[in-house]
């Protein structure tokens, strides 16, 4: 993320290894097997939401970190439930009240227990008739993961990368939240460095002729290995 633009960072992470990644699982995985993939599909969606919705809400400053004491630490608001009310509900009006659920029921259970909170069904089998419905006398909240990843792309393809890039309504605020977060990061690269350093001895170290470069990061991750030196 610190070495690309706003641009660039959208084309890499969320066009060509998100969705493209989530496309592959969708079209790869067959929706009848065990692990096909449902909860990966549906949390990986509420991440994008975070991130697209973070580029395009407001947010506040923080009295400080306690941690690091930095005051330039920042914090949005509710990412998620931006984007579901500007962006998804372009798709479908329904997904309108959707942000809370999908912020604490879904995508905070997923990642902390892989399990969602309450009464809510994640499929991959049926429809988009199933998709967005409620069930039983309870009212059990069902989610259809390919429908939720085919709406997410449509709103991000239709609705929110027009509105973010050159000459798009939000352009401004997403550049200006896109330099923030960069800092937010390098604030927690360099606490969480600090706090393993002299910890990761075991790990061998290799390559140590070759100057770091955060292009080195990109060339691990697309041949998993460095294959030059600069």
Known sequence: MQIHDLDDFLERYVENYMLADLVNVKDKVASDEAGNGAYLITAAVCSGMELIGSLTTTYDTLSGCEVCGKPEQKRFKFPIDHYCAHYMAEVDKRYAPFGPIARELIR??????????????ITRKGDVSNHLTRVSD???????????????????????????????????????????????????????????????????????????????????????????IS
């Open 108 to 121: 905070n259970g997923i990642a902390h227990s892989f399990a969602t909170k309450g009464m809510i069904g």
């Open 138 to 228: 309870e009212g059990v909240l069902v989610i259809n993961a390919d429908c939720f990843l085919e709406d997410f792309k449509k709103s991000y393809y239709e609705f929110a990368k027009p509105d973010i890039k050159d000459g798009g309504a939000m352009r401004a605020r997403a550049v200006e939240n896109y330099a923030q977060m960069q800092k937010i990061k390098e604030v927690e690269i360099e606490r969480t460095m600090k706090a393993v350093e002299g910890k990761l001895d075991s790990w061998p170290q290799r390559d140590v002729e070759v100057r770091y470069s955060p292009l080195l990061v990109d060339q691990i991750e697309e041949v998993g290995e460095i294959q030059y």
